[in-house]
Antibody
Framework: QVQLVQSGAEVKKAGASAKVSCKAS????????MHWVRQAPGQGLEWMGI????????TYAQKFQGRVTMTRDTSTSTVYMELTSLTSEDTAVYYC??????????????WGQGTLVTVSS | QSVLTQPPSVSGAPGQRVTISCTGS?????????VHWYKQLPGANPKLLIY???KRPSGVPDRFSGSKSGASASLAITGLQAEDEADYYC??????????????FGTGTRVTVL
């Protein structure tokens, strides 16, 4: 069965960076795009961007461009999301989500368990 | 900053039918992009409920149904049960040239079973 297992919670100082990992199993890693979605406490879901695990191409939401980097390691079937210049507004649960569909069309059929990133001043 | 608008909350008694609307615009739902729905229990990750406007993944009860018309979509839950109490989100794609371009989510709706 498909599993997406994310790294553990992090506490960061304002201005620092956070890097979250998502290890995939149960399917061919390079055949499905992977997205990152975040959810601030008590708030809704916010799309951050997408990575193609096959060619490592990425597309980021305009809001995060310049601050987010998504990478992958095909040898371990793991995708990473690094967010820099953190502020308190980046405190959120970060999810990886496997997509069915194309680069900018589709839906998320499997989600990671989420990683809480807390930014303190 | 969500570009898809949902009612903040809906409620119903057990066994009743409730509907959740998802209103978009000409750059997302109205442009023909499909709508998908997710259910999120407190403290849990979202789970796919409806995809491609009206299709149910394996394991989702047929009490859940989706539809789309113009720039809006709806999720209906019939025979409301206690385990349906959760947050529900719609999702689509946006092909505008603004900051909204990409995947977009609804504002979310809390369903309460009275």
């Amino acid at each position: 069965q498909v599993q997406l297992v994310q790294s553990g919670a992090e506490v960061k100082k304002a201005g620092a960076s956070a890097k979250v990992s998502c290890k995939a199993s149960g399917y061919t890693f390079t055949l499905y795009y992977m997205h990152w979605v975040r959810q601030a406490p008590g708030q809704g879901l916010e799309w951050m961007g997408i990575i193609n695990p096959s060619g490592a191409t990425t597309t980021y939401a305009q809001k995060f461009q310049g601050r987010v980097t998504m990478t992958r390691d095909t040898s371990t079937s793991t995708v990473y999301m690094e967010l820099t210049s953190l502020t308190s507004e980046d405190t959120a649960v970060y999810y990886c989500a496997r997509a069915q569909g194309s680069t900018l069309e589709g839906f998320f059929d499997n989600w990671g368990q989420g990683t809480l990133v807390t930014v303190s001043s | 900053q969500s570009v898809l608008t949902q009612p903040p909350s809906v409620s119903g008694a057990p066994g009743q039918r409730v509907t959740i609307s998802c209103t978009g615009s000409s750059s997302n739902i109205g442009a023909g992009h499909d709508v998908h729905w997710y259910k999120q229990l407190p403290g849990a990750n979202p789970k796919l409920l409806i995809y491609d406007n009206s299709k149910r993944p394996s394991g989702v009860p047929d009490r859940f149904s989706g539809s789309k018309s113009g720039a809006s979509a709806s999720l209906a839950i019939t025979g409301l049960q206690a385990e349906d109490e959760a947050d529900y989100y719609c999702q689509s794609s946006d092909s505008s040239l603004t900051a909204s371009r990409g995947f977009v989510f609804g504002t979310g709706t809390r369903v309460t079973v009275l």
